[in-house]
């Protein structure tokens, strides 16, 4: 079983920035695609960001220029710095790993509250 492990959501100011990170338990994480999704009360998850292997990036339209997916191979840990951050960013995050044989894991979610 794949462990996925979110930290560093919390309450911000609009305007504030976070920065989440997934610690990934599997020895995969290198060749799998990482990516963020979010979900806020009453809405669906949506697609955030992800990044591949490699460090090819793709974000959704709402957050692109404000937000950055990163991850660190050496560390097995994905990133997502949060700038600029909007009261309509807040929502519960969740971090999820696809593997190169497209298994599907997720993380236990934090929370992510911008308001003044």
């Known amino acids: ?7 560093g959501g919390g309450l911000v ?3 504030g920035s ?6 990934v338990d599997v020895n995969l994480f290198s060749i799998s695609t990482m990516a963020w999704y979010r979900q806020a009360p009453g809405k669906e998850r949506e697609l955030v960001a992800n990044i591949t292997g490699t460090g090819t990036a793709t974000y959704a339209s709402s957050v692109k220029g404000r937000f950055t997916i990163s991850r660190d191979n050496n560390k097995d840990t994905a990133f997502l710095q949060m700038n600029s951050l909007k009261p309509e960013d807040t929502a519960v995050y969740f971090c999820n ?4 044989w ?3 894991f997720w993380g236990q979610g934090t929370q992510v509250t911008v308001s003044a």
């Open 1 to 7: 079983q794949v462990k996925l492990v979110e930290s």
């Open 18 to 23: 976070l920065r989440l990170s997934c610690a």
């Open 13 to 15: 100011q609009p305007g």
């Open 97 to 100: 790993l696809v593997s190169p």
């Open 102 to 104: 497209s298994m599907s």
